[in-house]
């Protein structure tokens, strides 16, 4: 089955600095990531999705993809306390469609 | 737009006791999914509908949990006879087509004793 592979597991962050997020698939057929952020106690919101290799940014987000090495990465900018959370990555497959598995997420905690 | 809508919230039980969860799609949305998340671990995939039809129930503990999208709208899962392993927070999530964006409910957060 197919794996997704998220690090760090948890991350600390100064309020103000960049936090940088992996995820890797194992399964070649991957062709298509999302980021969602989960707020505790809260259900998990989409934050960006790629399926092109390269760069993409929204406000203070950037995802980058890989689609040889099959990893994405999440960078955060100017990290504020509300950026605390669980990151999730998850991936698709063409032959899946709009089946999503997810990793087990890497927990954000920006200090003040 | 109303979003996704699950309830009940919580639920607590004893083993060996039965549970059900209902969940409301958001309006027009085709795909319906069951996630579990257990307690800091991502949301894995129990059963997921395009309209009434089931495409994949493949992580769905067959002899205890069941899921139905009767008329593809809402859809009920149930857990006959629950084990604590099954505590987690349960997440109904809809979209709209192939390779859209998912919506999650509140979930409903099931401990069993």
């Known amino acids: 089955q197919q794996k997704v592979q998220q690090s760090p597991e948890s991350l600390i962050v100064p309020e103000g600095g960049m936090a940088s997020l992996n995820c890797t698939s194992s399964?070649?057929?991957?062709?298509y990531f999302w980021w969602y952020r989960q707020h505790s106690g809260k259900s998990p919101k989409m934050l960006m999705s790629i399926f092109s290799n390269g760069e993409k940014e929204e406000g203070r987000f950037t995802v980058h993809l890989n689609k040889a090495s099959l990893h994405t990465s999440l960078h955060i900018r100017d990290s504020q306390p509300s950026d605390s959370a669980l990151y999730l990555c998850?991936?698709?497959?063409?032959?899946?469609?709009?089946?999503?598995?997810f990793g087990i997420g890497t927990r954000v905690l920006v200090r003040p | 737009e109303a979003g996704v809508t699950q309830s009940p919230r919580y639920a607590v039980l004893q083993e060996g006791q039965a549970v059900s969860f209902w969940c409301d799609p958001i309006?027009?949305?085709?795909?319906l999914y069951w996630y579990q998340q257990p307690r800091d671990q991502g949301p894995q995939l129990l059963v997921y509908?395009?309209?009434?039809?089931?495409?994949?129930n493949s992580q769905l503990p067959s002899d205890r949990f069941s899921a139905v999208r009767p008329k593809g709208t809402n859809s009920t899962l149930k857990i006959q006879s629950a084990k604590q392993g099954d505590t987690a927070t349960y997440l109904c999530a809809s979209s709209f087509g192939g390779r859209d964006t998912l919506y999650f409910g509140a979930g409903t957060r099931l401990s069993v004793l």
């Open positions: 309006s027009g949305h085709d795909t």
């Open positions: 998850a991936a698709s497959t063409n032959s899946a469609g709009n089946k999503l598995t």
């Open positions: 509908f395009r309209d009434e039809a089931v495409i994949d």
């Open positions: 399964d070649r057929n991957v062709d």
